[in-house]
């Protein structure tokens, strides 16, 4: 057995040693012919000229073989007060099913499908019928609204969407039907043939002739009970996933097919320890990218049992999670600081009551997991909670305790160590390595390892400025977080060095909320901030400038109708916890809006350097206006 030092020497020194082993667990159709290819970094790719199928790895690989009886998935719907569990046959026939369906209504290889719908088993079909096809998917999350699926149906140029009536939420429902019309309409790009709708009863479609099919029926009449799977390009792109920036336009995180697959197949293994006999549950949406690995993807590869859960923790009561893992013997589990935090709320009976004797091992990600919260849950779980931090770009972790290697002491706070290829380091602004224990920035030494972004969509040149360009002379990746490295190796992150929010574990753009705010006719000019907030870890905080004719009786309607409007175009998560009004706003010099100076004024911190602003009143005023706006909370 190799300690964790060494395997992760190994894994950075001999990156194709490393990974070519791994990926020969996996099945191929032609085996590459080289493992990595960095001749045009920082674009790295891997297994070059591997022919291989996701879909046929994840579920083929077991349906034809001895566990062909056993749980695939598991869906778990306290929502629509159902569940349904599938073996690995029935996956594979309901996959093969919706693929053929697919096929015939003409999606192509390298086609792009957008699926928005909610958590139920057809959107995993949905993703793996994709995979299977060669057909690009971008999953949109559920909880986005219009002007969020807009955006990406422009970006993605889709032939086909595939939706339900409705999702829900609390019991009430979330018109996904209706959205997708009006998504279309707003959509600059005119690439949709199709819209595939699942029918479950909760509201009234109109379907637009032509346009509209109703999916039980299409299944119906095309379903086959075998495609073959398209032969891809170990870097062919299996999806891609959208994710916030700084700017107002999402990025298209593109992912490739084999350095994925492999990366996720031993991440099951070095990271959550898992293996035949466990049963998994990530507790995320297929909407974020902890879904596409963790709920889809990584489980299935390994042939274990994944749950797919309709919900929320709290709904129809804080007992709801719990209960799950004693009806299916949860081994693994992987959730976020927030829910824990809005769990630990309340009445430690809703956890007492359920046997929790199945779980082995509970991870977090997506946030700083702080130190109550982790005291909390693993007191209450008898087990440590294990942090890791990755990102949308990464795939999978970038930094972790990787308990299936060598189970590393923890420290409360900290992710542990960095994963596998990944080799991390903690910079200054010029990108040198800044002495242990300082604030820096967290970057990637190349080459990047499998399973990483190949680029964003349609768009290598932001792929480069987001991500590569930000040190003169030095070709290192920026993840856009503050950390430490301390002097024992541990990696601690401080929060985003740019101007993403982080809003219970989700990421949002300020940019993207800001477009929105301002396109209120009274508003003259916008700044959207992510302030701390006890449960959400950041809250969403409006602070703008009315237009001059706006008289202050107006100002509480106009507060509620940017509410509203954030909620119907980007959707519920990104609902400003606070929207304030202030006479101007503070500027750099060349115009742009200070927000980490209305964040400091805000939050009572030090304000920090402020050379750049244009007049030490603006700062004044604003500190003076946001003061009394917090008397009024
Ligand atoms: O700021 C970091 C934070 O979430 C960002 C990535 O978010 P997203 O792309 O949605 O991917 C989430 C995948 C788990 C990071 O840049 N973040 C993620 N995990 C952690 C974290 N911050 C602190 N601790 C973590 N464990």
Redesign the pocket.
């Known amino acids: 057995m190799m300690s964790y030092q060494e395997m992760h020497q190994c894994s950075i020194s001999q990156p194709a040693e490393f990974w070519g082993a791994l990926a020969e667990e996996l099945h191929w159709y032609r085996k590459w012919d080289t493992v990595l290819d960095d001749s045009n970094a920082p674009f790295f790719r891997w297994f070059v000229g591997g022919e291989t199928n996701i879909c046929y790895n994840a579920v083929d690989r077991h349906a034809l073989g001895p566990k062909r009886g056993q749980a695939a998935l598991i869906w778990e719907s306290p929502e629509a007060d159902q569940s349904r569990t599938l073996t690995f046959h029935e996956l594979y026939r309901e996959v093969n099913r919706l693929a053929a369906t697919l096929k015939a209504l003409g999606v192509q290889k390298g086609d792009r499908v957008i699926i928005y719908m909610p958590m139920v088993p057809e959107a995993i079909f949905s993703m793996l019928a994709c995979a299977r096809i060669g057909a690009i998917h971008s999953v949109v999350f559920g909880g986005f609204s219009i002007s969020s699926l807009a955006n990406r149906i422009n970006d993605a140029e889709p032939t086909m969407i595939l939706t339900a009536d409705a999702g829900l939420r609390k019991g009430l429902p979330v018109p996904l039907k209706e959205i997708v019309d009006e998504s279309l309409e707003l959509a600059t790009v005119d690439t949709v043939k199709h819209v595939l709708v699942l029918e479950r009863g909760i509201v009234k479609n109109t379907m637009k002739e032509g346009r509209d099919l109703d999916w039980q029926t299409q299944v119906n009449e095309h379903g086959k009970p075998y495609v073959e799977p398209e032969r891809m390009l170990s870097t062919d792109p299996l999806y891609i996933l959208y994710?916030?920036g700084t700017t107002g336009k999402p990025k298209g995180v593109v992912r490739d097919t084999g350095g994925y697959m492999v990366a996720l197949h031993a991440s099951m293994g070095h990271i959550y320890d898992v293996g035949d006999g466990d049963v998994y549950w990530s507790t995320s949406d297929i909407g974020?990218?902890?879904g596409h690995s963790y709920i889809v993807y990584a489980p299935l590869l390994k042939g274990v049992p994944t749950i797919v859960f309709e919900g929320r923790p709290d709904h129809p009561d804080p007992g709801v999670w719990w209960r799950v893992i004693e009806k299916y013997g949860v081994t693994c589990m992987f959730t976020?600081?927030t829910a824990l935090r809005a769990l630990r709320k309340f009445p430690e009976h809703w956890m007492q009551q359920s046997d929790l004797s199945s779980l082995k091992r509970v991870f977090?990600?997506?946030?700083?997991?702080d130190g109550p919260t982790y005291d909390w849950a693993t007191a209450m779980l008898g087990l440590p909670v294990i942090?890791?931090?990755?990102?949308?770009?990464?795939g999978w972790s970038m930094?972790a305790n990787s308990v299936g290697i060598e189970d590393l002491p923890i420290k409360s706070g900290s992710?542990t160590f960095a994963a596998m290829g990944h080799h991390l380091e903690v910079v200054d602004i010029d990108g040198n390595p800044v002495p242990r224990g300082e604030k820096g920035l967290l970057v990637d030494y190349p080459p990047l390892p499998p399973g990483m972004l190949l680029t964003l969509w349609n768009d290598d040149d932001r792929y480069l400025k987001s991500y590569w360009t930000h040190f003169k002379d030095k070709q290192l990746y920026l993840?856009?977080?503050y950390a430490i490295h301390d002097a024992d190796g541990y990696f601690w992150?401080l929060?985003?060095a740019d101007e993403?929010m982080?809003v219970s574990?989700?990421?949002l753009g300020t940019r993207e909320i800001e477009e929105v705010v301002s396109s209120h006719p009274a508003i003259a000019e916008a700044s959207v901030i992510g302030v701390r907030d006890e449960l959400r870890g950041e809250a969403v905080l409006v602070v703008s400038v009315l237009k001059a004719h706006i008289v202050p009786a107006e100002q509480d309607k106009i507060a509620n109708e940017i509410r509203q409007l954030v909620r119907e175009r980007i959707g519920a998560i990104a609902t400003p916890h606070g929207v304030h009004f202030v006479s101007t706003l503070p500027k750099t010099r060349s115009g742009k809006i200070m927000r980490r100076v209305i964040r400091a004024v805000y939050q009572g911190d030090n304000i920090g350097d402020l050379s750049t602003i244009e007049d030490d009143a603006t700062v004044d005023m604003v500190r003076e206006a946001v003061e009394i706006m917090k008397g009024e909370f």
């Open positions: 994710t916030s974020w990218v902890v976020a600081p977090s990600a997506g946030e700083p997991l942090d890791h931090y990755w990102q949308t770009e990464s930094i992710p993840t856009g977080d992150l929060g985003r993403v982080n574990g989700h990421r």
